[in-house]
Each structure stands twice: as structure tokens, then as C-alpha cells.
């Protein structure tokens, strides 16, 4: 495990956890998975990497006049079930071997929900702490014209991810328009109300994380009210999560930014702390007596909500881990090595893939209402993504419980069947 020192937009370094091989712990997951189900090898063959992938340089003027070159990616992980989705990251730690496992990520979501989607992510290399709003402009429409003969509504449909947001999709949406000629408002979701944007997109991601640790405080009969929870990363996800649960009667003992992390066992005041967050969720520098990230991880609570980047949780640390449960929010959070700890340890893991679902879930709704043309109550979403998470959820407990498995591995048996089913379909392989 590597770090990495970020300076965020008023020059305060940090460090970041680099995760280390996302793709190969996608694979071994994989494998796992194809195993149980006793799929031939080529099945393994055709979902270990994506179908399609593209490297860019983005060439963008920045406002002292020098011309810096960004690299940009998407990954389209398989389209035997319909167009690909996900989204497009814009970070320093950004790799070609993260955006392919990010884009198989997205294939499970999409199957565990039953969307008729595949997978497909984005992801830019660059430090948007540090970037004013017109390079971030410059740079967003760069990398739709670098990408814009493999995109498209029926072809593979963009969304924001970490450090992207509505405006940015805006501009991404415009830059389309002017090359395809024609308003396609459902080539990207995730876009602002006024552009065909969804009610409940902004914060479907934590709504459906919320439903989630519902679910799971009914199936191990705990009341949520009597729950202590860590929320590690106080963007869009992790803010409005706390919030969720902290408006349900949960006690949130600890939050986090990029700069550090906060921890009361008496509970934090979370809408102060998001009236008072700024644009990239940092919220910590209120606080004197600030801990690291990864000593906010070992503080005890009853569930433990990794929502800030992939690689939190690893061998190094899960043994020191003091929660009962760990929800999964964002992609990737916990190694597979750490899983394993986890397993023994009897400590309960949620699946990324499964738990954050509720982004994708809403994106397509925003999808079905600009193809319809039709737009939706915020109720309405909001009931079609609880139903959704819901069934998902008994799905992969089911399933967990047929084979005997974890729930990351029955959260992957059900997203490759539905893989495997589509390309057999096809005529793609024979199984
Ligand atoms: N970036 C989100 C994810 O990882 C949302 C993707 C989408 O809405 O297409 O699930």
C-alpha cells in the first residue's frame, strides 16, 4: 500500500491511501464466484477485464496561460445487457487498473438491481482541489470530445463519481449537444433538475445506503436508535448518510474528511456540520482535537461506513477494527485480504456493490423519465428506489444463504448470472 499527499483548494496537504490493485481483487472475487457456480473458464475469460477500453490526453489551457496534458480513461465493461453506465472520477490517484475494476463494479451493480445495463466508469487524472471552475469547464468538455465516438444514450451513458457533480455533467451534457447536433439530455445522468436532471439523484447514492442499514438492523434484529455509527468521508455519499441516520435517532460518533476525522462517542451535531461543510466535504478544519482517517477507523461503533475512497480497509488494519458491522459505501473500500480478517472475525461486510447501488438506480430513472420525457415526484423515485434496494438486498441474503457464501460473493454470483445469461443469449458463449 502506497500514499499519496493531496493539497486541497486552500493548501492544506493530506494524505490519501493509493489503493493498490483494484482490477486483480475484482478478479479473485471473480474467480471465486464463477467457481461456485461451475461455469466453464471462458465465462472467467470474457468478465476479467473490460470489452472496451480507451485511453485519452486531453490537452486543456490553464488560466495562466501553459497548456498541461490530462489523461482520461472509460472502460466499458460488458454490453450484452444493454448500453453501459457509470461514472466519470476526477483524482490524482486515478489508474487505468482502477477504472476497469470501477467498470466491472458497475456491471454487478447493474445485475444485482436487474437495470438493463452493463458496467462502464470514467476517470480523469487530475486534482480538482486545485483547479479553478474554468479549467475544471475546459477539462470536462475536453474529455467528451476525446470520448464522444464511444458514449451515447443507447451506447454508454456517463454519470458523476468521486469529485464530479452536476454542473460538471452540465457542461459534459452541452459539449455533447454541440457535437451529436440534437439535445440528448439521457447521455449523461446525474445532471442538474433544470437539464433533465432527476428529483432524489443528488442524494440517491446515501438514501439507498440508508435503506440498506435499515435492512440490515432488521435482519440482525438491532434497533438503529441503538446503534453507534462511523462515517469515514463527508462528501455527497457520506453527508447525507450521516444525516439520514442521524434524523432516525442513530448516534454518529465520527465523520472524516480528506484532512482528518473527527470522533465524540456522545454523538455529532451532523446538520451543523453539513451547513457548515465546503464544496469538497471538508468540515474537520471546525475541530481542534482532530484523529487521522485510519485512526478513526479503529474507534469503536457498531457499524462502520467506509464512504470515502477504495482501500480503507486492509490487512493492516482489520484486525484492529472495532465495529460489528461494516457497510460498504464506497467502491472498493475493503481488500479482499481484510475481508478475509473480516470473515474471521465474524465482523459483517456489506457489499460496495450492492450498498451504494442506489446512485445507479436513480440514474437510470433519470434515464427512463428523459427518454419519456416525463419527469417524476420526488416521492415517486424515492419509492421506486426503496423497492428497488429492498428486493436487492433479500436477493444477495438469499443467495448468501443457498451457497453458503459471503454477501460479496452471493452480490457477485447474482451479477454474473445475469451477465452470463445475456452473452449466452447472444450467441457470445456457450454455457
Ligand atoms: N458513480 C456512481 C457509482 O459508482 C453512479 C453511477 C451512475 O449513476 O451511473 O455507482
Redesign the pocket.
Known amino acids: 500500500m502506497k500514499t499519496s499527499t493531496v493539497k486541497t483548494n486552500n493548501n492544506i496537504e493530506s494524505k490519501e491511501i493509493v489503493h493498490d490493485n483494484p482490477l486483480l481483487e475484482f478478479q479473485s472475487i471473480l474467480k471465486d464466484a464463477i467457481q461456485i457456480l461451475n461455469h466453464p473458464t471462458v465465462v472467467y475469460e470474457l468478465l476479467k477485464e473490460p470489452i472496451r477500453f480507451l485511453e485519452v490526453r486531453i490537452p486543456v489551457r490553464m488560466d495562466d496561460n501553459s497548456t498541461k496534458v490530462f489523461y482520461g480513461y472509460r472502460a466499458q465493461h460488458n454490453d450484452a445487457t444493454g448500453p453501459t453506465?457509470?461514472?466519470i472520477?476526477f483524482h490524482p490517484n486515478v489508474t487505468p487498473e482502477e477504472v476497469k475494476a470501477?467498470s466491472a463494479?458497475?456491471s454487478m451493480?447493474c445485475g444485482i438491481t436487474g437495470l438493463p445495463y452493463g458496467g462502464a466508469?470514467g476517470g480523469i487524472i487530475c486534482d480538482p482541489r486545485t483547479m479553478s471552475l474554468r479549467e475544471l469547464e475546459a477539462l470536462s468538455r475536453g474529455y467528451v470530445r476525446a470520448i464522444s465516438q464511444i458514449v451515447g444514450p443507447t451506447k454508454d451513458?456517463?454519470?458523476?463519481?468521486v469529485y464530479t457533480n452536476s454542473q460538471i455533467m452540465a457542461w459534459m451534457l452541452d459539449e455533447y449537444d454541440h457535437i451529436r447536433e440534437f439535445d440528448s439530455p439521457s447521455f449523461i445522468?446525474?445532471k442538474p433538475i433544470a437539464l433533465g436532471g432527476s428529483k432524489g439523484r443528488e442524494t440517491a447514492?446515501s438514501k439507498g445506503l440508508f435503506y440498506i442499514t435499515q435492512l440490515i438492523s432488521e435482519l440482525l434484529q438491532i434497533s438503529l436508535k441503538d446503534m453507534k455509527i462511523i462515517v469515514q468521508g463527508f462528501g455527497n455519499v457520506g453527508s447525507y448518510l450521516a444525516l439520514y441516520l442521524h434524523q432516525l435517532g442513530a448516534k454518529v460518533v465520527g465523520i472524516s474528511d480528506v484532512l482528518g476525522g473527527v470522533y465524540d462517542e456522545n454523538g455529532l451535531d451532523i446538520p451543523y456540520l453539513i451547513e457548515k461543510r465546503d464544496s469538497f466535504g471538508v468540515v474537520s478544519n471546525l475541530f481542534n482535537n482532530t484523529i487521522s482517517n485510519m485512526e478513526l477507523l479503529e474507534k469503536e461503533c457498531d457499524v462502520l461506513i467506509p464512504a470515502a475512497l477504495g482501500g480503507q480497509i486492509t490487512e493492516s488494519n482489520a484486525d484492529n477494527l472495532k465495529c460489528k458491522i461494516v457497510v460498504e459505501a464506497a467502491?472498493g473500500p475493503t481488500t479482499g485480504e481484510a475481508a478475509k480478517i473480516l470473515a474471521e472475525r465474524e465482523i459483517l461486510v456489506v457489499p460496495d456493490i450492492l450498498a451504494?447501488?442506489g446512485?445507479?438506480i436513480?440514474?437510470y430513472f433519470e434515464w427512463c423519465q428523459n427518454n419519456q420525457g416525463y419527469y417524476w415526484t420526488e416521492e415517486e423515485v424515492d419509492q421506486k428506489l426503496k423497492e428497488k434496494m429492498t428486493t436487492s438486498f433479500w436477493k444477495v441474503v438469499e443467495t448468501s444463504k443457498k451457497y453458503n457464501v459471503s454477501l460479496k460473493v452471493a452480490a457477485y454470483i447474482i451479477g454474473i448470472d445475469t451477465l452470463v445469461e445475456s452473452s449466452r443469449l447472444r450467441g457470445w458463449i456457450t454455457v
Open positions: 453506465k457509470g461514472g472520477r470501477l463494479w458497475m451493480k466508469k451513458i456517463p454519470a458523476p463519481d445522468t446525474g447514492t467502491n451504494n447501488s446512485g445507479v436513480v440514474s
